[in-house]
Each structure stands twice: as structure tokens, then as C-alpha cells.
């Protein structure tokens, strides 16, 4: 017999196996998500505990030592196969990802599920009182928990390394260090270049009252003109805007909305649809197995941040859209001009908030949550004296010191529904990828500029369907970059389309 006819019926049950452990994995993501939109408070207990079984469950069933066996009779089917191949790539990825669970106990995960629901139910007490106390010893805990989860992986360089793998695998607490120093150097001159300028043009229109109601209308017919697919999709309140998918047919994303702060629903939107995107453009041919997925996070990132400021934030854009906006805001934005909102949208400023941080001062705001956690985890740094050393880090790097904890250590939700350890390092490494992706993008299509400034992005989602959103998890993040753009993650094209972009704007 052919290789192929030994092994197709091995293939066909590990992809029904995958496809049940999807559908509780879908099912835990749901309880999220209504967690996180519309669950009254007093569900919160039975919800962790929840949760914690359809982990346990779903980790309990990837982790059968029939899982191994199929795997390793489908080794001779994945070696004749070219690499690329979808039943190679499956083979492969579903390896990667089960030999790193079966290290993982499946009480365990279920121990960390139940903690983070109850974490995180403690910070959405704790932001608004700006009361650290109340999730310290949660988060010590959290603390606790990561370092029990990195040492099921020895021989790491960092104790950080298989944290980090989770979310950007093949990333290395080490190569990060070197990237995010060398990317340091380059932007805190600019920074400082333009913070001591003096502040241009007003911005002070983007803070009047702008109705809930009319905001969220004008963002949803946005990014359906953008290409994001209602049939497949919602968009929900939230109090950290996310976005999630429960099968290559349901794909949703979340926002808040400041009626005194227009950028805050219309941008958070973009960029959530930009994750979106990319998780509806995913081969339905994947649908159920593990292949269904970003990569990593930092190319997931790379979409959000590419839609959200790329094309979001540029001014071809707005030569379109901005009348859409004037016409749906009449009162409060009638008398201000296109290059008026296109600069206050840019503008730089030392500020306090990660998720309102300008393009040229965004990575600062990582880096410094990503020397934390680091520091957490090697010990150098207690729970304790995190508020005090975020302060003095934020004086350090950006000269301004919050004034509470609530738009200080309580301000991202990452690390009180998740680990700490890999939570953040995709940012960067996000903006880096969308700066070389887009780059290549316009030396394929130079026309993607003029079509932005005509009102649709079809080219360009075409390209990113076919080049990135199309392989869902088949490749690697390095592979991925180097298979679009030719070369490996730098920080060049980055550099150049901020000193472009904001040297026009601030003349530097």
C-alpha cells in the first residue's frame, strides 16, 4: 500500500479528534466573551468554574496518548509530503502544540483557568477604585502560577522563554532584549525631538460630547466598507476591547466607547476589526483543526496595528472618509479642517495610557511592561513594589509619573487574566511586522494608496488574504515574514515610516 492509503485514515480521525477539542474550545471562548460583554457580576464564580472544566477537558482530551500515536504514525505521510503541504503543516503544527501541552497537567490548567477568571473579576473592581491592594494578591499568585508553568519546560536561557513561546513562538527573551534596545535608540531621540516642539494645531474638538449611539454607527459602516463581513461577525461593548472568534464563521470584535473621546471607539474599532480580518480570511479548508489561527500575536498585532494606523491613521484616508464624519457630526466637527483632524489623530505626547499612546511613543510603553514581567519572574522585582517601580519607569522613559494606580499598573487587563511572562513583547513586534508587511504590500500594488484615498482597501486586503491570512498558523512568524517580504524581522521599514510620516508632520 501507498503511504497515503496506510495514513488517511490516521489523518481523517486526528482532524475529528481536533475538531472536538475546537468545538469545547469554542464553547470556553463564548463563556469569555459573554463574560467579558454582558455577564451580570454575580455570575462570576460559577463562571470561573466553568471555564476550568471546559480547560480541563479540552487539554485532558489533546493530551490522550492516542493524540501521540497518530501523530507518530503520520510521521512517514509528513515526510513525504512537501513542508508547505496543508496535511504536512497540520501534522506538524498539531506536534509542536502537543508536545508542548502534554507537559502541562490538566489540573493544573484548569487551577490557572478558575485563578485568572477570578483575577480578572478583581481588576474590573480594582481599575475603578484605583485599589492595587485588592488584586496584589491575585497577581502574586498569577506570579506564582507562571513560574510553576515556565519550569515545565527545563533547559530554558530565560525563565521567561516558554512563556514567551505561547504567544510568539521561536521568540527568545534574549533576541527580544537585543531588538527592543536597538529599537530604543532609535525612537527616544525622535521622540524627544518632537515633545520639544511646541504643541501644534488644538485638539481639543476630539473631547466633546459625541453620542454613544451615533459613534457606533459610524465605526460599523466603516468597517464594513474596510471589508469586515457582518454575516460572519458582531461588535459588543467591553471594558478592554478584544476581539474573538468561535469558528472561521463567527469571528467578533468588542469596543468601549468615551463620549467624550471620539478616538477612542473609532480607533479601538479599526484595530479590532484589523484582527478580524484576519481570522475571517483564514482557509475555511481549516476550519476545526489547529491550522484555524493567528500565528503568533505579534503578527496578529501586525494587522491590527497595519488597519488601525497604516490606513487608519493616514491622511489619504480621511480625504475620504472625513465628510462621512462631518456629516455624522455635524456640531462638532463642522468647522474643522481635514488637516486639522489628521494632525490632532498624530499627535505626539509623553503620555500615560498604552492603549491611547501615539505611533511614535507606543513601543515605549511595551518595552516598559515587557522589562517587568521579566524582572517579575526572575525574582528581582516583588508584586509588591510593582505601582512604585511602573512610576519610576514611566519618569524614567517618558518623564510623566501617573498619578494613580488606575492609569498606572491597574490600566491593562493583560496580566489579571493571563500570565506574566509573553503578554506583551506582540505589541512591538507587531509594529515592526506591519511597518516591513505594508512596505512590501506597496512595492507589489502602488495603486494601494490611491484606492485608500478613493475609499477601499481592496488591494490591499487581497494581498494580506493571500500572503498572510490564507495560512492561518502554517508557518511561523519568521517564516511567514521572510516568505512576504524577503527578509527577517528588522526595524528599518518601521524607522522609516515613522521619521517619514512625522517628519513631514512635525518637521524634523
Given at each position: 500500500?501507498?503511504?497515503?492509503?496506510?495514513?488517511?485514515?490516521?489523518?481523517?480521525?486526528l482532524?475529528?479528534?481536533?475538531?472536538?477539542?475546537?468545538?469545547i474550545?469554542?464553547?470556553?471562548?463564548?463563556?469569555?466573551?459573554?463574560?467579558?460583554?454582558?455577564?451580570?457580576?454575580g455570575?462570576?464564580?460559577?463562571?470561573g468554574?466553568?471555564?476550568?472544566?471546559?480547560?480541563?477537558?479540552?487539554?485532558?482530551?489533546?493530551?490522550?496518548?492516542?493524540?501521540?500515536?497518530?501523530?507518530?504514525?503520520?510521521?512517514?505521510?509528513?515526510?513525504?509530503?512537501?513542508?508547505?503541504s496543508?496535511?504536512?503543516?497540520?501534522?506538524?503544527?498539531?506536534?509542536?502544540?502537543?508536545?508542548?501541552?502534554?507537559?502541562?497537567?490538566?489540573?493544573?490548567?484548569?487551577?490557572?483557568?478558575?485563578?485568572?477568571t477570578?483575577?480578572?473579576?478583581?481588576?474590573?473592581?480594582?481599575?475603578?477604585?484605583?485599589?492595587?491592594?485588592?488584586?496584589?494578591?491575585?497577581?502574586?499568585?498569577?506570579?506564582?502560577?507562571?513560574?510553576?508553568?515556565?519550569?515545565?519546560?527545563?533547559?530554558?536561557?530565560?525563565?521567561?522563554?516558554?512563556?514567551?513561546?505561547?504567544?510568539?513562538?521561536?521568540?527568545?527573551?534574549s533576541?527580544?532584549?537585543?531588538?527592543?534596545a536597538?529599537?530604543?535608540?532609535?525612537?527616544?531621540?525622535?521622540?524627544?525631538?518632537?515633545?520639544?516642539?511646541?504643541?501644534?494645531d488644538?485638539?481639543?474638538?476630539?473631547?466633546?460630547?459625541?453620542?454613544?449611539?451615533?459613534?457606533?454607527?459610524?465605526?460599523?459602516?466603516?468597517?464594513?466598507q474596510?471589508?469586515?463581513?457582518?454575516?460572519?461577525?458582531?461588535?459588543?461593548?467591553t471594558?478592554?476591547?478584544?476581539?474573538?472568534?468561535?469558528?472561521?464563521?463567527?469571528?467578533?470584535?468588542?469596543?468601549?466607547?468615551?463620549?467624550?473621546?471620539?478616538?477612542?471607539?473609532?480607533?479601538?474599532?479599526?484595530?479590532e476589526?484589523g484582527?478580524?480580518?484576519?481570522?475571517?480570511?483564514?482557509?475555511?479548508?481549516?476550519?476545526?483543526?489547529?491550522?484555524?489561527?493567528?500565528?503568533?500575536s505579534?503578527?496578529?498585532?501586525?494587522?491590527?496595528?497595519?488597519?488601525?494606523?497604516?490606513?487608519g491613521?493616514?491622511?489619504?484616508?480621511?480625504?475620504?472618509?472625513?465628510?462621512?464624519?462631518?456629516?455624522?457630526?455635524?456640531?462638532?466637527?463642522?468647522?474643522?479642517?481635514?488637516?486639522?483632524?489628521?494632525?490632532?489623530i498624530?499627535?505626539?505626547?509623553?503620555s500615560?495610557i498604552?492603549t491611547?499612546?501615539?505611533?511614535?511613543?507606543?513601543?515605549?510603553h511595551?518595552?516598559?511592561?515587557?522589562?517587568?514581567?521579566?524582572?517579575?519572574l526572575e525574582?528581582?522585582?516583588?508584586?509588591?513594589?510593582?505601582?512604585?517601580?511602573?512610576?519610576?519607569?514611566?519618569?524614567?522613559?517618558?518623564?510623566?509619573?501617573?498619578?494613580?494606580?488606575?492609569?498606572?499598573?491597574?490600566?491593562?487587563?493583560?496580566?489579571?487574566?493571563g500570565?506574566?511572562?509573553g503578554?506583551?513583547?506582540?505589541?512591538?513586534?507587531?509594529?515592526l511586522?506591519s511597518?516591513?508587511?505594508?512596505?512590501?504590500?506597496?512595492?507589489?500594488?502602488?495603486?494601494?494608496?490611491?484606492?485608500?484615498?478613493?475609499?477601499?482597501?481592496?488591494?490591499?486586503?487581497?494581498?494580506?488574504?493571500?500572503?498572510?491570512?490564507?495560512?492561518?498558523?502554517k508557518y511561523?512568524?519568521?517564516?511567514?515574514?521572510?516568505?512576504?517580504?524577503g527578509?527577517?524581522?528588522?526595524?528599518?521599514?518601521?524607522?522609516?515610516?515613522?521619521?517619514?510620516?512625522?517628519?513631514?508632520?512635525?518637521?524634523?
Amino acid at each position: 500500500m501507498q503511504t497515503t492509503e496506510k495514513t488517511e485514515p490516521k489523518l481523517s480521525e486526528l482532524k475529528t479528534r481536533l475538531s472536538e477539542i475546537n468545538d469545547i474550545e469554542a464553547a470556553a471562548s463564548l463563556l469569555y466573551w459573554d463574560q467579558a460583554t454582558y455577564m451580570p457580576p454575580g455570575g462570576a464564580a460559577a463562571r470561573g468554574r466553568q471555564l476550568a472544566t471546559l480547560q480541563q477537558i479540552s487539554h485532558s482530551k489533546f493530551t490522550e496518548p492516542l493524540i501521540g500515536q497518530l501523530l507518530e504514525d503520520l510521521r512517514p505521510l509528513e515526510e513525504s509530503l512537501p513542508y508547505d503541504s496543508d496535511e504536512a503543516s497540520l501534522i506538524r503544527i498539531t506536534r509542536i502544540k502537543y508536545e508542548t501541552a502534554v507537559r502541562v497537567p490538566a489540573e493544573f490548567m484548569a487551577k490557572f483557568s478558575m485563578h485568572r477568571t477570578q483575577s480578572y473579576e478583581a481588576w474590573a473592581m480594582a481599575r475603578p477604585r484605583n485599589d492595587f491592594a485588592l488584586v496584589q494578591p491575585h497577581l502574586e499568585k498569577t506570579l506564582d502560577l507562571s513560574r510553576e508553568l515556565a519550569n515545565f519546560f527545563p533547559g530554558y536561557e530565560h525563565i521567561a522563554d516558554p512563556l514567551i513561546d505561547f504567544a510568539d513562538y521561536g521568540m527568545k527573551a534574549s533576541f527580544l532584549r537585543s531588538l527592543f534596545a536597538e529599537l530604543r535608540q532609535e525612537l527616544v531621540p525622535i521622540v524627544e525631538a518632537i515633545t520639544s516642539q511646541k504643541p501644534f494645531d488644538d485638539d481639543s474638538f476630539l473631547y466633546q460630547f459625541y453620542p454613544e449611539a451615533q459613534q457606533l454607527e459610524f465605526s460599523l459602516k466603516l468597517i464594513e466598507q474596510l471589508g469586515y463581513d457582518f454575516h460572519r461577525g458582531r461588535q459588543d461593548k467591553t471594558h478592554h476591547p478584544f476581539m474573538t472568534n468561535f469558528s472561521i464563521g463567527d469571528v467578533r470584535i468588542t469596543t468601549r466607547v468615551y463620549e467624550n473621546d471620539l478616538s477612542q471607539a473609532l480607533f479601538s474599532t479599526i484595530h479590532e476589526m484589523g484582527h478580524a480580518l484576519y481570522e475571517q480570511g483564514i482557509n475555511r479548508n481549516y476550519e476545526g483543526t489547529l491550522l484555524a489561527a493567528g500565528t503568533s500575536s505579534g503578527v496578529h498585532e501586525s494587522q491590527s496595528r497595519l488597519w488601525e494606523n497604516m490606513v487608519g491613521r493616514s491622511l489619504g484616508f480621511w480625504k475620504f472618509f472625513y465628510s462621512q464624519l462631518q456629516s455624522t457630526f455635524p456640531k462638532q466637527l463642522g468647522d474643522v479642517s481635514l488637516n486639522t483632524l489628521y494632525r490632532a489623530i498624530n499627535k505626539v505626547g509623553k503620555s500615560l495610557i498604552r492603549t491611547d499612546a501615539d505611533e511614535v511613543t507606543y513601543n515605549l510603553h511595551v518595552m516598559i511592561r515587557f522589562d517587568l514581567e521579566l524582572q517579575m519572574l526572575e525574582g528581582s522585582l516583588d508584586v509588591k513594589d510593582l505601582p512604585e517601580a511602573w512610576n519610576e519607569r514611566y519618569r524614567s522613559d517618558l518623564g510623566i509619573v501617573p498619578e494613580s494606580d488606575t492609569d498606572g499598573v491597574l490600566q491593562d487587563v493583560h496580566w489579571y487574566t493571563g500570565q506574566i511572562g509573553g503578554m506583551f513583547q506582540g505589541y512591538t513586534l507587531g509594529n515592526l511586522m506591519s511597518a516591513q508587511f505594508f512596505e512590501a504590500a506597496l512595492q507589489s500594488h502602488s495603486e494601494i494608496l490611491t484606492e485608500i484615498e478613493q475609499g477601499h482597501c481592496i488591494t490591499l486586503h487581497n494581498w494580506l488574504k493571500d500572503k498572510i491570512y490564507q495560512h492561518g498558523c502554517k508557518y511561523t512568524a519568521t517564516e511567514l515574514i521572510r516568505g512576504v517580504t524577503g527578509a527577517n524581522l528588522r526595524i528599518e521599514p518601521f524607522i522609516r515610516y515613522i521619521r517619514q510620516k512625522y517628519g513631514q508632520l512635525y518637521t524634523l
